[in-house]
């Protein structure tokens, strides 16, 4: 069966660092892998997403991006963390189109 | 521009009871999918139905039910016979074809379903 893990769980970073969060699926080949983002108390909202590797459709203008180096591995970046990136981060996949998430990847910018 | 509304941001119910969940949609697609998912504490999304633009028969699962009515662009959730275990934040969403077939979710902003004891 397919499964999709993202890590870290939890993350604090001050303003300005830099970020890195990770998602990969097992058990499938050339899904369709998507980033977003839940801020508090809000709705969900799409960053990216990617049909296959090194193509990445950018949803949002905003102080992050998007990485698709395998075809199972999306990654979400920022060189500057801003305040306003703080939120509830999931990653997801699809394939026939049924969609399903990670745990999510809590962040934190102080 | 597709947009999914769910009036009802809390409902508060005593086990047992049943509660329904609205959910109405905007689009101007003719080919479209509904989706539910429910969000626990743990704040995991998990899936629990898939309903396409052509399917209008409503969708019966255990306790779960699901009324589908393209004339009121609605997708109803119905829980009957509420379980403390069903509180969580259930959220409506709409796909919009995306870029070889990417389902590009719009959500709405989500109920807190509270089953009191």
């Known amino acids: 069966s397919q499964t999709i893990h993202q890590w870290p769980a939890t993350l604090v970073q001050p303003v300005g660092s830099p970020l890195s969060l990770e998602c990969t699926v097992e058990?499938?080949?050339?899904?369709?892998l998507y980033w977003y983002r839940q801020a508090a108390g809000r709705g969900l909202q799409l960053l990216f997403y990617?049909?296959?590797?090194?193509?990445i459709s950018s949803e949002v203008p905003q102080n992050l991006s998007a990485s698709r180096p395998q075809d199972r591995q999306f990654i979400l970046s920022s060189k500057k963390l801003l305040l306003s990136d703080s939120g509830f981060y999931l990653c997801?996949?699809?394939?026939?189109?049924?969609?399903?998430f990670g745990e999510g990847s809590r962040l934190t910018v102080l | 521009a597709q947009k999914v509304t769910q009036a009802q941001t809390e409902i508060s119910v005593v086990e047992k009871e049943d509660v329904t969940l609205d959910c109405v949609y905007e689009t101007r697609d003719t080919t479209y999918y509904l989706f539910w998912y429910k969000q626990p504490p743990s704040g995991e999304l998990v899936f629990l139905i898939r309903?396409?633009?052509?399917?209008?028969q409503n969708e019966i699962s255990g306790r779960y039910s699901w009324n589908f009515q393209k004339s009121t662009s609605s997708f109803n959730f119905t829980i009957t016979a509420s379980q403390v275990v069903d509180s969580a934040v259930y959220f409506c969403a709409l796909s919009e074809a995306g870029f070889r077939g990417a389902q590009k979710l719009v959500f709405g902003q989500g109920t807190r379903l509270t089953i009191n004891p």
């Open positions: 309903r396409n633009s052509f399917d209008e």
């Open positions: 997801a996949w699809s394939q026939s189109g049924e969609l399903f």
């Open positions: 990617s049909v296959g590797i090194g193509q």
């Open positions: 058990g499938t080949s050339n899904p369709n």
